[in-house]
Structures are given as structure tokens and as C-alpha cells.
T-cell receptor
Framework: GAGVSQSPSNKVTEKGKDVELRCDPISGHTALYWYRQSLGQGLEFLIYFQGNSAPDKSGLPSDRFSAERTGGSVSTLTIQRTQQEDSAVYLC???????????????FGEGSRLTVL | GNSVTQMEGPVTLSEEAFLTINCTYTATGYPSLFWYVQYPGEGLQLLLKATKADDKGSNKGFEATYRKETTSFHLEKGSVQVSDSAVYFCALTAGTGYALNFGKGTSLLVTP
């Protein structure tokens, strides 16, 4: 499809395990964002990529969280030693340009629901 | 810091009722304001936006006016439909930040 694709759609893991979440942005979109959506907490910004670099990673909640982007396309969000409080829906979004300020439109995937037991 | 406050949900309305979802913001500089919508089983999508004071954003019968004097961007629709049932998020971006700051979302259920 032409939209933002995320995988897996659902992931159940045990506390202490590592998980990887994948995002495939819309072709040609240079900007990529990761957000976390927790029940009752709205959307929490995690990290922003422009191309392969991350000028803003201020939202990563701890050093257990990391993300990378290769080839200016696919991005992987890795959570090490997962904790129960990491349970949430992880959303990826992309936008065409270096800054979305001109249009304000982010294109979101449907998210990866992570459950840590 | 920049933040958005939305009215608590869920909001339940009958079809053809008038809708208002309140949104107020705190921001440094001159923010741009947005409403995003998340339909059941779908990803978030932009509903409307306003980039400067007194601008009105509109789409699909929804409207919101950027009110700098009251730091508000309330979402309105004159006659809601069952298909409008969704979660609505107010958001802003301001200054040189790259992140879009979202509110917690307001769930709307429209009944026939």
C-alpha cells in the first residue's frame, strides 16, 4: 500500500525481553517520527528523524529506548529489557519535507500494540 | 513548555446534534494548531489546521478558529453523523521544535 506501514501490529512479550518495532514510511518522505500512545495519556513524542539522522530524540523516556533509520527509509524502534510500563501503542508517522511546519500534516501508521507481561 | 489541554471524554451525542470539543493551549512563540482524528481501526489523520491567529480551519463540516486572546482552538460541527464517531486530538507545533504536541484525545460517539 501507499501508506505508513508498521509491524508487528501486535506484540506480547515478557518483562525483561527486548523488542523491535518496524516502520516503513511513505516512499519519498524524508521526515519520520515515533510517538507512544498510552491509555489516558495521549500521544507522547519519542524521536524525530530527518533522513538517517535524529536531530530530536528528546522524547525517548530512558536509555532502554533507541531508534535507527537506514537508507532514509525504514526505521526500527528498539526497547531493551522491557518493563510493564512500556505497554502502549507505538505510532510511526512520516512527512514529505525537512520540516512539517509548512503543512502540518503527518501521515500515521496504524501502530504497533506492545503488551509487556 | 508547549502543551495542549482538551476536554475530557467520552462525548456521546445523537445524530444531527451540535458538537463542540474544547481545546486550549500553552505555547511560546506563535504556534500552528491542528485537529487530528482517529477513526476506529485506522491511523491518525489530519482533520484541519490553522497557522496564525484568527485563521479558521475547516474540513468535512468541522471548523475551528485560532483564538490567540483565549489561547483556544475549539472544534465544532453543526450536525454530527454516526460516521463522525472517532477520537479527536488537538495538537500544536511552535517555535523551532520538530515535535507535534498532542492533547490526550476526546472520544466521540454519535448514536442514531
Amino acid at each position: 500500500g501507499a501508506g505508513v506501514s508498521q509491524s508487528p501490529s501486535n506484540k506480547v512479550t515478557e518483562k525483561g525481553k527486548d523488542v523491535e518495532l518496524r516502520c516503513d514510511p511513505i516512499s519519498g518522505h524524508t521526515a519520520l517520527y515515533w510517538y507512544r500512545q498510552s491509555l489516558g495519556q495521549g500521544l507522547e513524542f519519542l524521536i524525530y528523524f530527518q533522513g538517517n539522522s535524529a536531530p530530536d530524540k528528546s522524547g525517548l523516556p530512558s536509555d532502554r529506548f533507541s531508534a535507527e533509520r537506514t537508507g532514509g527509509s525504514v526505521s526500527t524502534l528498539t526497547i531493551q529489557r522491557t518493563q510493564q510500563e512500556d505497554s502502549a501503542v507505538y505510532l510511526c508517522a512520516s512527512s514529505p519535507g525537512g520540516s512539517f511546519l509548512n503543512t502540518g500534516e503527518l501521515f500515521f501508521g496504524e501502530g504497533s500494540r506492545l503488551t509487556v507481561l | 513548555g508547549n502543551s495542549v489541554t482538551q476536554m475530557e471524554g467520552p462525548v456521546t451525542l445523537s445524530e444531527e446534534a451540535f458538537l463542540t470539543i474544547n481545546c486550549t493551549y500553552t505555547a511560546t512563540g506563535y504556534p500552528s494548531l491542528f485537529w487530528y482524528v482517529q477513526y476506529p481501526g485506522e491511523g491518525l489523520q489530519l482533520l484541519l489546521k490553522a497557522t496564525k491567529a484568527d485563521d479558521k480551519g475547516s474540513n468535512k463540516g468541522f471548523e475551528a478558529t485560532y483564538r490567540k486572546e483565549t489561547t483556544s482552538f475549539h472544534l465544532e460541527k453543526g450536525s454530527v453523523q454516526v460516521s463522525d464517531s472517532a477520537v479527536y486530538f488537538c495538537a500544536l507545533t511552535a517555535g523551532t521544535g520538530y515535535a507535534l504536541n498532542f492533547g490526550k484525545g476526546t472520544s466521540l460517539l454519535v448514536t442514531p
